[in-house]
């Protein structure tokens, strides 16, 4: 079901900003037995992205409402919620009135095979390289031609994810992910401060490492760090920790942290239980 | 009129990936007594583009067809053709089948003074910076995110336009047009390599400047460039070539190479004749 502006339908305004400039944010949320799952922090980021946009954010309550009904009855399943700033007409200056577009969507969970998060996944490296600005670093904004264009080098079911570097051949993220690293017995994952998603995961990987003993740092990582790494892992909202078992060819250990972490956040609620 | 896929509508997928993601690209050309003006030019760029980002380009012939009937009986307007990568569900993986969008759309003539293309403009510097990735740079994506940042920046009728740097203080471009200097009696453009959109009027005017006698070059540009510089102007589609008589305070002669290339254009039918 998907609701555009709390009405049911499948379409948008061709003049809309999302379409013309990706003028807008989206959100993609794990759902189980009919409930949005970690939806403080998504929407959260959602009105962060909008304030760093300056697009009015759509209320709270008026999302939460819209959600619980596209969410209804679906057992497992994604929840996308994309808000834009709305449809109004060609030129790039932003208008002085400004309804901004909100459509949320639900589609089939993707059932990714379960021995990804048991045995790890096989990843590379892509070419496709992530551009640095600020200004857009961290929010979800509808702007992600790159991850389009780094997914596109590879098709085949070997590697589960792509990982990206940016422009200074600093490991930025994975196409549709956050990556972790364990160094030296702390965990380790890439600052985002000139580019990436700000993954809801992530954020919880980093607030929870600590229960587990672990000291966390956020920094600027190289190839070679992730070569001299002890562990490597994947986060995302949906599948929530994959175990890399194998970069380009070197293989790494699977776990035990990111089994740990991986355990943790199914208990607490924060990984929709797959199986 | 708006044509999607031929038929008369005003409205696209929720599911469109040029909503999703950005992932496609659009012309925006000048319509005079019915008829799009540098069609050509315009079609190159599309196909050139849909080549980057490996879109299957929609036929000429087609998007001829339509932009013929969309423009029927429009004295002077504007006509935008927006292609994307088709309506397919979530995930950045590009589909085995994709069957692309078109949208073809015509909008009134923006009205611009008048006084613009004969005594000039006034020109800031914006704070966003363009982000530089040569994989994106040239074509006319739909990731515009950072050209609306920069709109953003100023709201007065007092600045036509502002200019954009990289990130390494590259100056590249303005939001919605290219810039050019006259330096040393040469002209100069700013190389889009790494970032900016190769605009059609940009291209029209590094073919036309040998014939006015001066030699052209491509090279990277510094604000102490346009400090440096003897003459200074902007272009882009719809209104042709604007000189520029002052830039954050530092004031330039208009034209007179500006003037006179605006001449050559207008003669040529390569600009709208708005008055």
Redesign the interface.
């Known amino acids: 079901m ?1 609701l ?1 502006n709390g009405i049911e ?15 807008g944010l ?1 959100e ?1 949320l794990a759902v189980a037995d009919g409930l949005p799952i970690a939806w403080e922090p998504h929407i959260s980021r959602l009105r962060n992205g909008c304030q760093r ?2 697009i009015p954010c759509p209320a709270e309550a008026l999302l939460r409402a819209e959600a619980t009904r596209v969410c209804a009855g679906l057992t497992l399943g ?1 929840l ?1 919620i ?1 808000v ?2 709305g449809a109004n ?6 208008p002085e009135v400004v309804n901004p577009t909100r ?1 949320l ?1 639900t ?1 089939p969970w ?1 059932a990714f095979p379960g021995s990804r998060a048991r045995e790890g996944v096989l990843v590379t490296v892509c070419q ?2 992530l ?3 600020p ?2 670093a961290g929010i979800k ?12 080098e590879w ?1 085949s079911h070997h590697y589960a994810e792509g990982l990206m570097l940016d ?1 200074a051949d600093r490991v930025v993220e994975g ?2 992910s956050n990556l972790f690293l364990v160094m030296d017995g702390q965990l380790v994952t890439p600052d985002l401060a000139d580019a990436g998603v700000a993954g809801i995961m992530r954020g919880l990987v980093l607030a929870e490492a600590p229960a587990l003993d672990m000291s966390v740092r956020v920094a600027s990582v190289s190839l070679e760090d992730l070569r001299r790494a002890e562990e490597l892992f994947l986060c995302n909202s949906l599948f929530g920790v994959w175990p890399i078992k194998g970069l380009d060819g070197q293989a790494y250990r699977v776990g035990p942290l990111a089994l740990r972490l991986r355990q943790r956040l199914l208990a607490q609620g924060c990984i929709a239980a797959q199986e």
Chains 1, 2 share one sequence.
């Open positions: 998907t555009v339908a499948d379409a948008v305004s061709v003049q809309d900003r999302g379409l013309s400039y990706g003028d989206f993609t946009l300056r994604v996308k994309i834009t700033r007409g060609r030129g790039y200056r932003i459509i969507t589609y993707p496709t390289r551009s640095a600005n200004r857009l904004h509808l702007n992600r031609l790159e991850q389009v264009l780094a997914r596109s098709d422009a196409t549709m």
